[in-house]
């Protein structure tokens, strides 16, 4: 038996891959055995180390910074799916005065790295005269690389949809706009989806360079609290709650998207064909 990339694997193949996933596994363990021993060794379990997340002010601060990040994802999450749905019918376009700029756009900040744009959005209004906080900066830079990278995304689930249907679709006389939004977009949202959230998820991480340019997120209030002398420097407890706190929501931001995903496919099933009646002669005999 085969699949359509490759051959199913036979005995020997299943066994090997079996005995790799349990030393894999096995490797994985021994390596957090050690970094937790490690850990135990330098003395980052001390209960000082741990004192302070057991304050209530301790806890706002995480709380608030918390809630830094998450509005700073979600504005910057909606912009760049209006940007990423902007840019990609452009590129969708048949028209090539605006193929030409759209694919201009999205090469260009597909390349140029997050933390430069964020720097640029920073930076470049107070070289100007202008004061400006560290979120919009951040907002900006977020949108702009991952609206362009959505863009390709979105692009790539229309086209992912059969050929035919948009065929089908103008047979019938509907213009391209109906053909997209009707015919099209139901069908590519489902394909688009695990990437999308995908996309979100590493834009929720990558909120963390808002530390960079001092706005007061997760990452930079968990640094902050990390530097407290009086708890002997707790920098890895710090950090471990605040990596804690992101697994913790991408997790859940996944576990969404694969609810909505199974949602959205509805349970559909495919259709079976039901088995031919033969056909018979007055007498009852099959008629061949």
Known sequence: M?????????????????????????????????????????????????????????????????????RAAGVAAVLALIFGAVLATGRLSDHGYFTGPTTLIVELFRAIPLLVLIFFAYYGPIQLGYKVGPFWPLVIGLTLYNGAVLAEIFRAGFLAVAKGQSEAAYAL???KTQVMMSILLPQAIRAMLPAIVSQVVVLLKDTALGFIIQLPELLYVGKQIGGRLPFGLPYVPSYLIVAAIYISTCGLLSAFAFWLQKRLIGGRRPRTTAAPVPLTTDTGAAAV
């Open 2 to 70: 085969s699949n359509i990339l490759y051959d199913l694997p036979g005995p020997k193949a299943r066994l090997r891959n079996r005995v790799l996933s349990v030393v894999s596994l096995v490797a994985i363990v021994a390596l957090l055995v050690y970094i937790v021993m490690r850990f135990n060794d330098t003395g980052q379990f001390e209960s000082i180390k741990w004192q302070q997340f057991q304050y209530a002010a301790i806890q706002q601060q995480l709380l608030d910074g918390y809630l830094t990040t998450l």
């Open 173 to 175: 006389g509907m213009r």
